[in-house]
């Protein structure tokens, strides 16, 4: 799925969103995370990966749904990783079946962006 950022400037601190970023999006019916290839609006170029560790998609014809656990990760076009919002998760009202869950996610996004195989 491709979708351009549509606020204003965002700093994430790794990285800073910009109006009109170009995101091209992975989602996955089968696994506890979903990728966005982030692309600069005005060179094209690829900024990184914001990774968003969450219950696995609901894909339909005209809709995805996914439900965010708050647990984030960002990975740059150079291969940083920098783990976000991590409070967040700690504080959230989840099962122990859903933290193993979200902590396998994100070991694997983790392991997939020491390879390069993030979706672009």
């Known amino acids: 799925m491709e979708a351009f950022f549509d606020r204003p400037r965002f700093d994430l601190g790794p990285v800073v969103f910009e109006h009109g970023d170009r995101f091209v999006e992975t989602f996955y019916e089968d696994r506890w995370y979903n990728v966005f ?9 690829l900024k990184g990966w914001y990774c968003n560790v969450c219950r696995p998609a609901a894909v339909a014809e005209r809709a995805v749904r996914c439900e965010d656990l708050a647990l984030d990760v960002w990975v740059s076009a150079s291969g940083q990783s920098t783990i976000l919002d991590e409070d967040e998760f700690m504080a959230s009202p989840l099962s122990e079946e859903e933290r193993r869950e979200a902590r ?3 070991e694997e996004i983790l392991r997939l962006a020491s390879r390069e195989k993030l979706p672009v």
């Not at 290839?37 to 170029?45: I, P």
């Open 37 to 45: 290839a982030v692309y600069d609006r005005e060179t094209e170029q």
């Open 104 to 106: 396998s996610a994100l």
